[in-house]
Nanobody
């Protein structure tokens, strides 16, 4: 089992920045993938950014150049630095840990971009 605890969401004005953190604990193994999904009201959950334990990253097109995913493997923590935030980035952000066929999810953290 893997437990994920997220932090860092909140209310920010358009153009602002936020940093999300997600700490994993439990049965953590190398060769995993960690990342972030988000779900806006009435929308499907979408993958925002992923990062393998070896450092390979992917981003959804709408956040490229604005969001940066990073990891501290020693702390089993993944981060999402979000800059130049837009109202359309408003959503609940979920981190996840994936190893093989198993995927674990955090509880979600609300990000609201509004003036």
């Amino acid at each position: 089992q893997v437990q994920l605890v997220e932090s860092g969401g909140g209310l920010v004005q358009p153009g602002g920045s936020l940093r999300l953190s997600c700490a994993a604990s439990g049965s953590i193994f190398s060769g995993n993938v960690m990342g972030w999904y988000r779900q806006a009201p009435g929308q499907q959950r979408e993958s925002v950014a992923t990062m393998t334990s070896s450092g390979y990253t992917t981003y959804i097109l709408s956040v490229k150049g604005r969001f940066t995913i990073s990891r501290d493997n020693a702390k089993n923590t993944v981060y999402l630095q979000m800059t130049s935030l837009k109202p359309e980035d408003t959503a609940v952000y979920y981190c996840y840990y994936q190893k093989g066929l198993s995927t674990y999810w955090g509880q979600g953290t609300q990000v609201t971009v509004s003036s």
